[in-house]
């Protein structure tokens, strides 16, 4: 009871909604595909992430190898195979049917019709290939035909195989009491051991019925016999009464609140289960082996002044120690992680603002540790412009016997643009320093402006001449 | 009358232009350079570069006239950082005065020396680098 409550403690709203969301997923895509190969596929991946839960421990290098193969074209797999039960299942224009719209049971298909329709064809020899799909969906079976959406009737189901008829040749696919689609090729089946005397109707019935749950009646056109087709297994059929017996097996023999009843099970069952699955995969997330990680994450600062300029900060970046389970420590993205600081009641000056978990925003499911460091000094500033005199910033050493009697700067000052405390003590702009070692006659020198501290930024953008005057050093002294 | 009026207006003019300038007006600097060395109240070699091989530097500053015994400042700068004030006294009728630093390696960089009067108005910046 105490481990149940501690699976369960710090459960938040959102959790609830974030489990619910995702069952509903799950559980619209069972609804979606149900009755397709598209579950089974998915089924065998479960099968195949449970091998490799066990393979990786066991240290069954191959079996991981091959797992690692599939899974990694898994997808694409997935998308080529289902091609056309994704596409239809997307393509439907239907939003009530594909968000939470449920077919609850198929209507009922009339029997009496086939079996009446069945048997005229059979007494005028006609030849026919009828399908009736159970759950399983044809698509990536069978090539289509043409799509007819006729209701079913005994004369609509005659004229279909009626000789000449451009589509007498394929099958027809009956669901419900609806003719889908007519002129169907079947896939042929490959068994050795099917009587000879079995033309090629029989062969694309036993070739249906092998690769789905579907069944398939057959009128031979040469002998006028029907022939039944469900799994592996052919039925000739002799009487109405027997065919009427196997079609009922087949649709399902129950009354209507029986399927009703069956069905409701089998939806609840299919909700619970996705439940189930998505809280099991939450609990791993959030109750699993508990994982420390650090990230340095860069802070944002908002609300800032307008006229205030931020000159300095302690430190740009802080070291946060999250914690939480590892399969979201390591899917944490840089910019899920945030730190804002707000500078609305800051001021001129070394402002002390402390990190606190207000601050930081974390991915659902992390906690927060440790911030390093929690205090950061922020220094802010006014913008102001000052116009500074240039000064010649000389070094190396000025051949022997020479001397630089003058120097000067053109312009001779320049507009600047910094913080009001750092250029309240700037009362000169030196330049980039000037090599003398060269220097034996007057000239004009070329040179950038040093700017420090570099958060200084210069009206315009330009470079300083320096015109300096060069003599040779007088050897006697002045004397007055 | 209008004549009156012309003539009280140059009267205050005068009047107030006197009254500004009266502090100023005590000294007037002829000559202020940087120099190596000064021998006979006269500077050596004034320049804008000097050599901590020379050791020392010189502010050289002349004043003619003086009118009353007042003093100036020579405020000595690496960069924009105030390395020393050195106060010099004036005399009338007319007076040379110097501040001087030795240099070291440790010096190297630009220099600039301001020479304020005694209300601390700057009369002028002196600037020169000491280098190899």
Partial sequence: MESLLYFFSGFRWQDILDILLNSYILFRLYILFRGTNVIRVLFAFCVLWAVSQIAAPLGLIITNWARQGVITIAALIIIIVFRNEISSVLQTKDLKSFLWGIPRFQSHTPLSIIIESVHELADKKIGALIVLPLKQGLDSVVQKGISIKGKLSQEMLVSVFWPDNPLHDGAAIIQGDWITSAGVILPLSKRTDLPSLFGTRHRAASGLTELTDAMVIVISEESGKISLFKKNKTYNIKSRSAMETLLKKHAGDDSVKKRFRRQTIELATAGLISLLCVTGVWLSFSKGIETLATHEVPVEFINPNQKMKIISSSASSVKLLISGARPLINSIKPKQINIKLNLAQAVIGVNKLSITKENILLPPGIQLKDINPSVLDITLDTLIEKQLPIQPNWSGKLPKGLVMKEAEAFPKTIRVTGGGMDLKNISTIFTEPILLDKLTESGTATIGLLLNPTSLRLKESTKIQIRYTISKKSTHKNKS | ?132
């Fill in chain 2, 1 to 132: 009358m209008k004549i009156l009026f012309y003539f009280i207006v140059i009267v205050l003019f005068f009047a107030a232009n006197v009254c500004s300038e009266q502090p100023h007006a005590k000294i007037t600097m002829v000559q202020a350079v940087m120099c190596e060395s000064i021998e006979n109240f006269q500077p050596i070699n004034p320049g804008v570069i000097f050599s901590i091989s020379s050791g020392e530097v010189f502010c050289f500053s002349n004043f003619d006239p003086v009118l009353e015994k007042t003093h100036v400042l020579h405020k000595w700068y690496k960069k924009d950082r105030l390395i020393f004030t050195m106060p010099l006294t004036l005399s009338p009728p007319k007076w040379s005065s110097f501040s001087r630093v030795q240099i070291r390696d440790a010096d190297k960089g630009p220099w600039r020396v301001e020479i304020h009067n005694t209300n601390d108005i700057l009369l002028q910046t002196l600037r020169f680098s000491i280098t190899d």
